[in-house]
């Protein structure tokens, strides 16, 4: 091969033109008050900005609208039942909207529930999709399983149609929320905090589930590939990245509800963002978790730091760099001596002009 990967790779920007943002702004799933922020935290931070920058041709769809909900009671141990299922389905509307219009989207949270409404849109969509749910956590706790009762623990449990059986039917919407993808379609990399009823669930479904053990033994290269592979056997399904901010180290993502040490570093996490990129397979990504309320305003800083970096790397940009389609090495005009470099910009800006 002529220089690394020279002919795989082209390093022009705007493979994805068309690109639905659409905000998802909920904290219920959960018990700290911010994620709702996460949205406004992630546009203010320069996300489409960056986006526009490498290629992207960016259309807000604006943020799903969870309204309030009054007495939302607990429905057994799950809190908030009514108004997750709300904005759910809200988000699974603007999803399926943004996805037929645009082809690509990126959803910005908001807790991981999230996820129900972004997958349920996606799946309306594109039924077939592999789900790579990158997280320290496995989040299919059942209600029954959950310690927490938080359904930014649960989101899997409620859109994987083997455990039906194993979900009560809720009050408050939950009957218009159905599951829509398979165990199969799944694959987590990055676990590094899963519960025992998590655990069991994993085992009894023979689910593809990489933990940062996976990691640490095959590297991530390999992780990634037996993943793929896993969910995406013959290379032409449509891809649904769920990136929750805690899969990577607390180190770059501190503003996060529930961190975990020992995570995804910023070169393994920006490895599979590229990687999923060079599909061309991408349909979807979400980003989850961002939290601007906790920390100083440093780590609040660095995580949307991350998060927007990451998100830019799934979407096309690389560390390998980029140029755009017309870009053209500046020729310097035969007739302008080179005297300084100074004074060849300026002259060249003069002679064209
Ligand atoms: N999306 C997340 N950060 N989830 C954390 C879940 C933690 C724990 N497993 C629970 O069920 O509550
Ligand atoms: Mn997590
Ligand atoms: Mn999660």
Request: with cysteine; aromatic share 4%; charged share 25%.
């Amino acid at each position: 091969m002529n220089g690394p990967d020279k002919l795989r790779r082209g390093s022009i920007t705007g493979q994805w033109k068309q690109l639905g943002l659409v905000g998802v702004p909920v904290s219920k799933g959960q018990k700290k008050d911010g994620t709702e922020k996460g949205p406004a935290s992630l546009r203010d931070g320069g996300l489409v900005e960056r986006l526009t920058d490498i290629g992207c041709d960016v259309k807000d769809y604006g943020d799903a609208d969870f309204g309030e909900v009054n007495e939302d009671q607990c429905y057994d141990n799950v809190k908030n039942p009514r108004s997750v299922a709300q904005g759910t389905l809200k988000t699974a509307d603007m999803v399926e909207q943004a996805l037929r219009t645009e082809g690509h989207c990126l959803a910005i949270g908001g807790d991981h529930s999230m996820a129900i409404g972004t997958i349920m849109g996606h799946a309306r969509v594109n039924p077939d999709m592999a789900v790579l749910w990158i997280d320290a956590h496995a989040d299919i706790n059942t209600p029954l399983t959950s310690d927490s009762g938080n359904i930014h623990g649960m989101p899997l449990s409620f859109l994987a149609k083997e455990l039906d059986q194993y979900v009560p039917h809720m009050p408050g919407g939950w009957e218009d929320i159905q599951a829509c993808i398979s165990v199969e379609q799944i694959a987590w990399i990055g676990l590094r905090d899963v519960d025992p009823g998590e655990r069991k669930i994993i085992e009894k479904y023979d689910m593809n589930a990489f933990s940062m053990q996976e990691v640490d033994r095959y590297g991530i290269r390999e992780v990634l590939e037996k993943a793929i592979k896993a969910v995406d056997p013959d290379g032409d399904k449509p891809i649904h990245v769920s990136f929750d901010v805690d899969a990577m180290d607390p180190a770059h993502t501190p503003s996060t509800g529930t961190p975990v040490s020992g995570g995804l570093s910023v070169r393994e996490m920006s490895y599979i963002a590229e990687e999923v990129a060079d599909t061309g397979r991408l349909a979807m990504v979400d980003v989850a978790e961002v939290n601007p309320n906790l920390g100083s305003k440093q780590d609040v800083d660095n995580t949307v730091k991350s998060a927007i970096d990451i998100a830019a790397r799934f979407f096309g940009n690389r560390r390998q760099g980029l140029c755009p389609p017309d870009y053209d090495i500046p020729v310097v005009p035969k007739n302008i001596r080179r005297s300084s470099i100074q004074t060849t910009r300026q002259e060249i800006v003069k002679h064209l002009s």
